[in-house]
């Protein structure tokens, strides 16, 4: 394992867990101790992480907003099945809302074998990933660039996504919570997600299963406002039942 993969799964436990020890990364990457404190000071002086006396705890466990370069390299066979799945539910000639999550560029390049389809978004990873397709049309918000994101927020892009009307829209959170609902990490980014499901006919969410019981900053919709949720590994029993109560269907 390359020394920027051992630190993208750093992060990604510090996510779930909020803490990491440096014996159990030692046994688990299968490399020396000082290899590991040699991966959490150089995340520490990134500011990602707070260096602890035997391991390291996430800067906010709630609300850590990794940049984009490490959230796209986390968790992609995951993604990548949940692209798979993603793309089932969608036809030639739709159109549709994708927001900036990491999970979304993983989805656009499945669908990049479709016709026709008409695509908003306020990612710019995605509007380079869309450039070579000429029989799309792709729409970009608008807004302004949020640092290490590769994303446009702020009120004019909502304003822009709340002038159309689409077949679905396609977003990706940080927490899903039975009373909290659709949870993301800070308010800009949350606000494009409600507003691309306010303007959908199908509210699709796409999530990898390490987010299920999740909790995060800013509240973006209950879930049962969803149609579907698309997720990569079966979910705990009690998920199946509170999906199926409040009406939305649950694909794994």
């Not at 490399?31 to 959490?40: A, P």
């Not at 959230?71 to 539910?89: F, H, L, M, P, T």
């Not at 380079?128 to 729409?139: G, N, P, Q, R, Y």
Request: aromatic share 6%; net charge neutral; glycine share 8%.
């Amino acid at each position: 394992m390359l020394a920027i993969e051992r630190r993208r799964e750093i992060l990604e436990r510090l996510r779930i867990d909020g803490k990491v020890l440096v014996s159990e990364l030692a046994k688990a990457f299968d490399v020396t101790e000082e290899t590991v404190r040699r991966d959490l000071e150089k995340l520490d002086k990134e500011g990602l992480v707070s260096k602890t006396y035997g391991g390291a705890v996430s800067k906010s466990s709630s609300s850590l907003d990794l940049p984009y370069s490490v959230r796209v390299g986390v968790n992609v066979s995951e993604k990548e099945r949940i692209s798979d799945k993603v793309a089932r539910y969608v036809n030639d000639g739709d159109r549709l809302m994708i927001d900036s999550s990491s999970t979304a560029i993983y989805i656009v390049k499945k669908l990049k074998s479709k016709k026709n389809l008409t695509i908003i978004t306020n990612s710019v990873k995605i509007l380079l990933e869309l450039a070579d397709k000429s029989d799309f049309t792709v729409l970009c918000t608008g807004g302004s660039l949020k640092e290490g994101s590769l994303s446009l927020g702020g009120s004019s892009a909502e304003k822009m996504i709340y002038s159309y009307h689409v077949d679905t829209a396609i977003c990706s959170c940080k927490g899903l919570d039975m009373s909290l609902g659709v949870t993301d990490s800070n308010e800009i980014d949350s606000l494009i997600k409600k507003a691309m499901f306010s303007c959908a006919e199908k509210k699709i969410l796409a999530l990898d299963g390490g987010k299920f019981d999740g909790k995060s900053f800013v509240k973006v919709c209950d879930v049962g406002e969803l149609d579907m949720i698309i997720t990569d590994s079966e979910p705990r029993e009690q998920w199946k039942s509170y999906c199926a109560e409040n009406g939305v269907e649950l694909i794994y």
